[in-house]
């Protein structure tokens, strides 16, 4: 599918050979789901093929929404039946790996709410940015009885440590901006009204750099950082195993019955929501 299809959800552009962005615009609330998958990987691929892109940014078109979670409208099978990608692990994981591997300089721009698959990409990415008052990152996962499947466990505890990384993952609750800026969730936050120009100047900045360089710097930095692949791998199989349990199948019916993927007071507060379904 090419980014001018009439169901293209992901589209580029580029302010120069260099620098790319990412746009995410699959309204009402950019949720990612298995028609979505094939889309990223083509971005991913472009990305990983491309002999001048230097430096991409992730960000989003839809009002309130970064990216959020996996769509649970498609039978699990269409999910699971997705064959592996270029590094053997199932295609999400394999993505958000490549990302981080990669010799480009990835920086997630984030502006609204970034909850499960999108606190998964922007962990991925090399830098996060927020803005002050409307982004909101969370790993809500853990409100319907499901494991994170995105590298969420091994990515947050070495960037936050072990405490802060329980707390996001074994709270579900929501850290906006400045919150997570503190926690080093995310590498700053600032006024909304200054987010894009600083981003847009910093991206320009690594743009104008040497390539090889940047690549041997991100080299070195992931060696001392990235998790092993078999880490990322292991979650996916939990986080599959446990959208299978009783359990998990009834908070998520229960969240589905109250307008989860349909009802944007349900999806823009997630965690209210969600913890509402245990008492």
């Known amino acids: 599918m090419t980014q001018d299809s009439p169901n293209a959800q992901i589209r ?3 302010p120069s050979p260099s620098y790319w962005r990412v ?25 990983e093929a491309d002999p001048h892109v230097k430096v991409v940014v992730f960000e989003s078109a839809v009002p309130g929404f ?34 981080g591997r990669s010799s480009v300089i990835s920086i997630a721009k984030i502006r609204g709410r970034a909850s499960g698959v999108g ?37 947050l505890s070495r960037l936050i440590g072990r405490g802060r990384a329980l707390e996001v993952l074994t709270s579900g609750n929501d850290f906006p901006g400045a919150l ?8 700053r936050s600032m006024p909304d009204s200054e987010l894009d120009t600083f981003v847009d100047d910093l991206a320009t ?7 090889q ?6 080299q070195h930095v992931n060696a001392q950082t990235l998790p092993p692949d ?35 007071d349900v999806e823009a507060r997630l965690a209210d929501y969600t913890g509402s379904l245990w008492r």
């Open 230 to 264: 078999a880490s990322v791998a292991t979650e996916w199989d939990a986080f599959i195993a446990s959208v299978g349990r009783p359990v998990a199948q009834e908070k998520i019916a229960q969240l589905m019955d109250l307008g989860l993927q349909k009802v944007t």
């Open 66 to 99: 970064f990216l959020t979670h996996y769509d649970f409208v498609p039978p699990l099978d269409a999910t699971t039946s997705m064959p592996p990608g270029p590094t053997g692990m199932p295609p999400l994981p394999d993505m958000l790996v490549r990302i």
């Open 205 to 211: 900045r690594i743009s104008l750099f040497d390539r």
């Open 180 to 187: 997570a800026e503190r926690y080093g969730y995310v590498n």
């Open 23 to 47: 746009i995410f615009d699959n309204p009402p609330f950019n949720i990612f789901g298995p028609d979505t998958t094939p889309q990223l990987n083509m971005v991913v691929s472009a990305i």
């Open 213 to 218: 360089s940047l690549s041997v710097i991100k």
């Open 12 to 14: 580029i552009e580029r």
């Open 119 to 155: 606190s998964e990409l922007a962990l991925a990415s090399d830098m996060r940015f927020a803005s002050n008052e409307h982004a909101l990152m969370s790993q809500w996962e853990i409100g319907v009885a499901l494991v994170p499947g995105g590298g969420p466990m091994t990515r």
